[in-house]
């Protein structure tokens, strides 16, 4: 058996879940990806068992089992947190997922030297704060 | 080249194609079918790596569960049937790093090994793995376990809205959202 | 015992100016004089400065030679600074005058701070400050006189001009009072930062701050000229010496009593009685002398000449009081302190007297402008006649204080002039001398026309009916009229003589106060001169100013020669100018950088906060990039894979 081949193949796939994670605006899609680059790695690990030649037997292959109990949690949560996503957006595009706090760089020097002003400024991101994506969390 | 050798060669271009398949097309039902083909791929690699209870496990709860969550969360989201435009976003970024991770990583492991051989190992049957899940990695495996009631937790509170609001935003958000 | 009563002098109207500046001022709304505070403050201040006055007497009785107590206050090195009283005969004597004339302006105050018939507002409710202050003035003005320390010395010098600026700013009706109480204040504190450095340069040379050690320890020349010189720009300043004159005629803004306080017992005479405090050092040094003549003759012609053409009748009296300025200092510049000391006295009371008699006019008339008086002798019987007696005074009247003491003067710039007697050169005398005789003249011509355009002639405001001032007003300018007349006489008492000369004085046998002989009859011809000049003048047309002889130099003479242009032009505005541009280079200079600094910090904190705010995709690239660039670092930099 020659190793490389595997190892290759592995390597090759991680390379498609690299790209498919970067690629994709879907997403699942994503998620589809992120398991692509664990099930590349699960390669690796099952395929080392036979390469290296360790104290403990099987390790790779028990590492391999972690992996993937780890994978079906991260499947788990990561499709709960699409679908709330959907459920308010409508959408599960990742690049128009708001981030949380729009980038207002002005409130930092109001602070320092108009106390008053700041007031003024976070009105209007609280007040979305209720309707908007973030009210839920 | 032993038949070994075709086996791991001939599953694992299966496995990358349809692995190409998965990020390259344009619908969204079908990228997960193309999933399954590349995973079951990968159980057939595990198999000739004589890791038979990775290789049951990968098919049991990959394809038969990750994969149905991912076609159900495909659903739940409405996906179009057929193809989408809008699935992706300018791909030089992507292709230049997934590109480089991958050829990166092939050229370090070609480097690597070469084309030399190795004996395959006494098989990982679920009697050995068992043995040493349950006597040498003990510790990590309950780890897991409290990690996997965690990730529980997590996704119920995460897909019921009406977990740790406060009552009174709590009724106003329904009536919006209604 | 001696030295008890000598720090119990200041300490008494301290204590009572200290009290009653707690007082709450009186309501806006209370009937005059009826209120609580207004009575608490009327006894304390009227308390603190008889008490001062009682225990100056005392003082002038018991002390006959020089009586110095002293403690050591602060040790710093090789520096001593003393508590302690430096009493003698001159400063008993200076005391007394001080405490007498507050006392007067104390009573004074109580009836002049009412409203008075042309008063539309109210006025008196500040009264219970106006009344601490005074008591603080006069302290002040007492530690200057009994101070046994430099440094001591120095604190009751700036705490007058404390006083003296919120005094002045005490009327704020009057829309010029404010500034012109910032004037006295900044003009004063240029001299008075020469003083201080005087007083540092002696101190430093002595090792001591006592004045006693100062003037026993024997300094080098030219640290003496530059420590006395620099003592001179203080002197001039509080004293009102040519330069730095000009606060004084704006001064008159304050109130009436205020300009008499300032006038003849406290400020103007702290400049005259610390050269006197000193004079042994001043003494030694004939060019610090002759630099002193010479202002002093400019100071006094500058003062008669410009007091011949004013229409405000306290700038008449305030102008006149430089004028006698000059006088004063004029005798310390040929070497005469016991003669300057004397004018100080009699000047004190004379013009305390006039200031008070002109505030009585002014409670009556309700202007201080001269055009719009007139003919108020018939009304007014006694405030005119003790005007009289203070011009005559003033002008130096035999046989009135001033004449006395004003032929004090001239009698030893005679003697510096013609026999080049005292410590200065004999042209200083010269100087000193003509100008004093000349002074003479110019002095009873602006005196007569004083008199005659307020008192005499017609009335030129007929709707108004003048009289005497109430009581408390009457009563202290009646009793100034004794000292202001009589005090002259007092000069030919052994006791009196025997006191103003200082102890350091060159001869015993020298020790003659008044002259009487030939010389007197030439100040009392210019005298008569000056008069009749201006009698004759107002002779041919009762209803115009006599001011109207001086022709084309009125104007001149009303803006005093516009020096206070040439100071306007040659200090304030440049530094208005230096002023501004500091401000600008504050504010746009290090203001700005510091803000800069600020603003760009946040501003890039701003930027580096927005890049790493970044969205899923392109931190997932650049996480994924980064880890790319590491491990083809990581290959490149080690070497492949082992």
Known sequence: MRPVIPYVTAALLFGLGVYGVLRRRNAVLVLMAVELMLNAVNLILVTADTTAKAALPHG????????????????????????????????????????TEPPVPVPATTVVERPATTVGVDRPSAGSGVDGPEGER | MTGADVLLLALGAVAVGAGVLVVATRHLVRAGLYLVVCLGALAGDYLVLTAELVAWVQVLIYVGAVVVLLLFAVMLTRAPIGASDDLDRPGWPAALIGGGAGLGLTVLLVDAFRWTRVELPAAGTAERLGEQVFRSWVLPFEVLSVLLLAALVGAIVLSRPDIGRRPDTASTDEGGRA | MTGLLGAALPAVPLVAGLTGLLLPPSPKGATTGEDRARRAATVLGVAGAAGALLIAVLLLVRVGDPVETSTTWIDLGGLRVTLGVRLDGAAALVAVAVAAVALAVQVYSTAYLRRGPHDDVEVDHRYPPYAAQISLFTAAMLVVVVAGDLVMLLVGWEVMGLCSYLLIAHDRRLPEAPAAAMKAFLVTRVGDVGFLLGIALLGVSAGSFSIADVLAHDHSTGTLTAACLLLLAGVAGKSAQFPLHTW?????????????????????????????????????????????????SVTLLLGAFAATAQDDLKRVLAWSTVSQLGYMTGALAVGAPAAALFHLLTHAAFKALLFLAAGAVIHAVGTTLMSRMGGLRRDMPVTFWCTVIGLGALAGVPPLSGFWSKDGVLAVAQAAALDGAGPAPAWVGWLVWLAGLLGVVVTAWYATRLLLRTFL???????????????????????????????????????????????????????????????????????????????????????????????????????????????????????????????????????????GVGRGTVGLGGVLAALHRAALPRAAAAVLAGALLVGLAAVLLIGGAP
Do not use: C
């Open chain 3, 248 to 296: 004084l005629p704006d001064a008159m803004a304050g109130p009436t009593p205020i300009s008499a306080l300032i006038h003849a017992a406290t400020m103007v005479a702290a400049g005259v009685y610390a050269v006197t405090r000193l004079w042994p050092l001043f003494v030694a040094t004939p060019a610090v002398l002759a630099v002193l003549g010479v202002l002093a």
């Open chain 3, 457 to 595: 002639g017609e009335r030129r405001m007929p709707l108004l009916h003048p009289h005497d001032p109430p009581a408390a007003m009457r009563w202290p300018v009646l009793l100034l009229a004794v000292p202001a007349a009589l005090l002259g006489l007092a000069g030919f008492t052994q006791f009196f003589a025997h006191r103003l000369f200082l102890p350091t004085a060159p001869a015993p046998g020298e020790q003659v106060l008044v002259h009487l002989g030939p010389a007197l009859l030439l100040p009392t011809v210019l005298l008569l001169a000056g008069a009749a000049l201006a009698w004759t003048g107002w002779r041919r047309n009762p209803a115009a100013d006599p001011a109207r002889a001086l022709g084309p130099l009125r104007p001149v003479f009303t803006t005093a020669f516009r020096l206070d242009d040439v100071q306007q032009a040659l200090v304030v505005h440049p530094t208005i100018d230096l002023a501004w541009v500091a401000q600008v280079g504050d504010e746009m200079v290090v203001a700005g950088v510091v803000k």
């Open chain 1, 60 to 99: 790779g292959q028990v590492f391999a089992l972690f992996v993937i109990v780890l994978a079906a949690a991260e499947i788990g949560v990561g499709l709960a947190i699409v679908l709330q996503l959907y459920r308010l957006r409508a959408s599960v595009a990742v690049d128009e997922v708001p981030l």
